[in-house]
């Protein structure tokens, strides 16, 4: 194994701590009424926390990352990740658990792009795919084992226990990434002003890649949010609808190395792998609108494929499309399109549901995400890159 492919496996750690960080705590807050989570509005507002830290910070620290090394950004944001989670767990009281969640997020948002901006420094063109893969791969296991091993340490130990294990998690993948990770130094970079960000944020290389991964997180997020409503309201029990949300988180990591080795051999194009992944995803969305457990396990598995396809070709292009010294701001930026669709999903089917049924809510997205993809199947150059060839 050559030292830029071991150095990945820290890489993918970090990606699993920000997953595992994002879904341990958040899917276990609101059974937990003893740590002051009294009330759906404190709920929302700590759950709210780390995912707005992360809205606001992410560009901030990708671009960061270019301009002192990607390495320092890493583990600054994963020692701050372990601080903030022991804070909690030493403290163990109402007010510090704001402390501690504010504190998660605005680490998270360091590491993530940092990380992501890694990934691809440190892998040749021809190789960034299967990278990205790989990356997302172990990010969907921390989403996935997030709810599951958080509910076991919280049974155990409460969140006090959770925050020190996360806090852990933290301190070991930095001590690995200490020794594993070479310095990725920053490069020379011509002066940017605010237009020109503007020019290159706005210019289709980066909009096309970004609103699909954006659209996928949208559907990712709809599909673990809902797809348990539907099964309730179809007469299913829990592990019938848990089961579901396994499948379509495991369908995610499954296909995400698979998608990102066919980019990188030339069997499949950024431009085709994203249109499939999009009509896919648009089915398996058209699927939760089918009563019973058949509608809600086509759904899940429909909805995993499609986002597993966007989510390494969306990086890739994005990685293709980018100036090396300008990669950490891309990757932060990216990663801020993403957030604003784990919002912006859940929200338009809740809206249309309100107003109708679930079901409506269920179509709403689809023909979001069929129209993304015809604006896809359009922009003819926009995202036709192979492995190795930059999107134009």
Known sequence: MTASRRAMWPLYAAGFT????????????????????????VLGGLLALYDGAEVVLKPVFGSLADRIGGKPVLLGGLVAFAAASALYAIADSPGWLWAARLGQGAAASAFSPAASAMVARLNPAARRGRAFGS??????????????????????????LLFAVMAGCAVAVALWAVVAVPAVPPLPR????????????????????????????????????????????AGLGTVATG???????????????????????GRLTTRTGLLAGLLITAAGLAAAMLPGLAGVLAAAALIGTGTGLITPLGFAALAAATPEERMGQTMGSAELGRELGDAGGPLLVAGVATVSTLTFGYGALAVVLLAGALAVSRAAGSCRCRAGRRCR
Request: with cysteine.
């Open 18 to 41: 920000t997953a595992f960080g994002a879904h341990g705590v958040a899917a276990n807050l609101g059974g937990f009424s003893e740590d002051a989570v009294t009330s759906l509005i």
């Open 243 to 265: 089961a579901a949300v396994s499948v379509l988180a495991a369908t995610a990591a499954i296909v995400q190395p698979q998608a990102g080795r066919a980019l990188d051999g």
């Open 135 to 160: 990356y997302g791969f172990y990010k969907s296991i921390g989403y996935t084992l997030g709810p599951l091993l958080g509910g076991v340490l919280v049974w155990a130990g409460g969140l006090r």
């Open 190 to 233: 011509r002066r940017q002003t605010v237009a020109d960000l503007a020019r290159r944020l706005a210019d289709r290389s980066f909009l096309a890649p970004t609103a699909c991964l954006a659209a996928a997180t949208a559907a990712l997020s709809v599909g673990v949010g809902f797809l348990p409503v539907s099964g309730a309201a």
